[in-house]
């Protein structure tokens, strides 16, 4: 039996983004309740990687996605917003000042306005064609997330992939996995040019093998036991890497669901939004985050900090219709109830 809950504002999207507007619509006494698909706060950071250091949040010079996510439930602990999470919202009626969500639990909120920061959306991992993929992925010998280094301690490791990701965990797992070995389809990796520069490094070096230009080709093992992973080059020779653990990591695959069929401006499956307001083109509708576009967007998570803090302005007027709302910096009113 879903719950009926009325609100100010409904955040769709509980990651960094969704939490820093709880802390927003909070300053302005506005309140919300947070809807996530995922049974825990934090988005990506969560569930994807929770001990991989972010570097570009102003004033930490680095700091793990757990953390941050931590840091940002400690910010909007004075507010206590709702919560309904394990929640996919499937259904938005109404208008401006009257909507009402439905979720695929029976839930219904009546808010006044609603912030999508879904991030990439309803995510899941763009899975490799291997025979026999799910048997290894049942047992955790294939994995797209990493949530504890410590669970590759001593495990021969192969990573797959040319992105950041990929990059990134093969530089983090060293000193910890018995070994690692790299397959990208060519020498050049799509990941920062920093980071892709200290795994060329670490690979002079022997912490870290390259396997190029190979691509994968299949999984060796019983049981769910992973012994080998098979390999082909551009020529379709073979070859096997001694493996416990294969992480590939090939992107997300990014779907909206439900929101898809809101009726919301849409650019290649990310919501068009006005730049000074982040509202959608559907009035009271406001996306922010990975999730929203428009001329000079950048995909950072500073980025959607500041877009909360501007949905969260516009959307004051449609709370409070009768209330000047003046500005004020938060060192002068402090936080409210605090």
């Given at each position: 039996m879903g719950q009926v809950i009325e609100t100010d504002?409904?955040?769709?999207g509980a990651g960094?983004?969704?939490l820093f507007a709880a802390f927003e619509l909070g300053m302005l006494k506005l309140r919300c309740v947070l809807v996530d698909a995922l049974g825990e706060v934090g988005g990506q950071c969560t569930a994807l990687y929770p001990e991989k250091p972010i570097y570009d949040i102003p004033a930490h010079p680095a700091i793990e996605a757990a953390d941050l996510v931590a840091k940002l439930e400690e910010q909007i602990a004075p507010f206590a917003p709702g919560r309904l999470l394990g929640r996919r919202?499937?259904?938005l009626s109404g208008a401006r000042g009257a909507f009402v969500l439905g979720t695929d639990q029976g839930d219904e909120i009546r808010c006044k306005a609603v912030i999508v920061a879904a991030g990439a959306g309803a995510f899941g991992p763009n899975r490799p064609p291997l025979a026999g993929?799910?048997?290894?992925?049942?047992?955790?010998?294939?994995?797209y997330y990493?949530?504890?280094?410590e669970d590759l301690r001593g495990k021969r490791v192969v990573i797959a992939g040319g992105g950041d990701s990929a990059v990134d965990w093969a530089l983090a797992l060293r000193g910890v996995a018995a070994s690692i070995q790299v397959v990208h389809r060519r020498a050049k990796f799509r990941a920062a040019p920093e980071t892709a520069g200290q795994l060329d490094a670490a690979a002079a070096r022997g912490e870290v093998e390259m396997v190029i230009p190979y691509q994968l080709h299949g999984l060796h093992g019983a049981g769910g036991v992973l012994e080998a992973v098979e390999v082909a080059d551009l020529d379709g020779n073979t070859k096997r890497l001694a493996a416990d653990v294969l992480l590939p990591f090939f992107g997300l695959s990014m779907d909206l669901g439900a929101i898809a069929g809101w009726g919301l401006g849409l650019e290649r499956n990310h919501v068009v939004v006005a730049p000074a307001t982040c509202e959608t083109d559907v009035a009271g509708v406001f996306a922010i985050g990975d999730v929203a576009t428009y001329p000079g967007k950048l995909k950072l998570i500073l980025q959607g900090f500041s877009e909360a803090a501007m949905a969260a302005h516009a959307i004051h007027p449609i709370v409070f219709p009768e209330t000047a709302l003046h500005f004020e910096y938060s060192t002068t009113k402090g936080v409210p109830g605090g």
């Amino acid at each position: 039996m879903g719950q009926v809950i009325e609100t100010d504002v409904a955040v769709v999207g509980a990651g960094p983004v969704g939490l820093f507007a709880a802390f927003e619509l909070g300053m302005l006494k506005l309140r919300c309740v947070l809807v996530d698909a995922l049974g825990e706060v934090g988005g990506q950071c969560t569930a994807l990687y929770p001990e991989k250091p972010i570097y570009d949040i102003p004033a930490h010079p680095a700091i793990e996605a757990a953390d941050l996510v931590a840091k940002l439930e400690e910010q909007i602990a004075p507010f206590a917003p709702g919560r309904l999470l394990g929640r996919r919202v499937e259904t938005l009626s109404g208008a401006r000042g009257a909507f009402v969500l439905g979720t695929d639990q029976g839930d219904e909120i009546r808010c006044k306005a609603v912030i999508v920061a879904a991030g990439a959306g309803a995510f899941g991992p763009n899975r490799p064609p291997l025979a026999g993929l799910e048997g290894f992925e049942a047992s955790g010998a294939v994995q797209y997330y990493v949530k504890r280094r410590e669970d590759l301690r001593g495990k021969r490791v192969v990573i797959a992939g040319g992105g950041d990701s990929a990059v990134d965990w093969a530089l983090a797992l060293r000193g910890v996995a018995a070994s690692i070995q790299v397959v990208h389809r060519r020498a050049k990796f799509r990941a920062a040019p920093e980071t892709a520069g200290q795994l060329d490094a670490a690979a002079a070096r022997g912490e870290v093998e390259m396997v190029i230009p190979y691509q994968l080709h299949g999984l060796h093992g019983a049981g769910g036991v992973l012994e080998a992973v098979e390999v082909a080059d551009l020529d379709g020779n073979t070859k096997r890497l001694a493996a416990d653990v294969l992480l590939p990591f090939f992107g997300l695959s990014m779907d909206l669901g439900a929101i898809a069929g809101w009726g919301l401006g849409l650019e290649r499956n990310h919501v068009v939004v006005a730049p000074a307001t982040c509202e959608t083109d559907v009035a009271g509708v406001f996306a922010i985050g990975d999730v929203a576009t428009y001329p000079g967007k950048l995909k950072l998570i500073l980025q959607g900090f500041s877009e909360a803090a501007m949905a969260a302005h516009a959307i004051h007027p449609i709370v409070f219709p009768e209330t000047a709302l003046h500005f004020e910096y938060s060192t002068t009113k402090g936080v409210p109830g605090g």
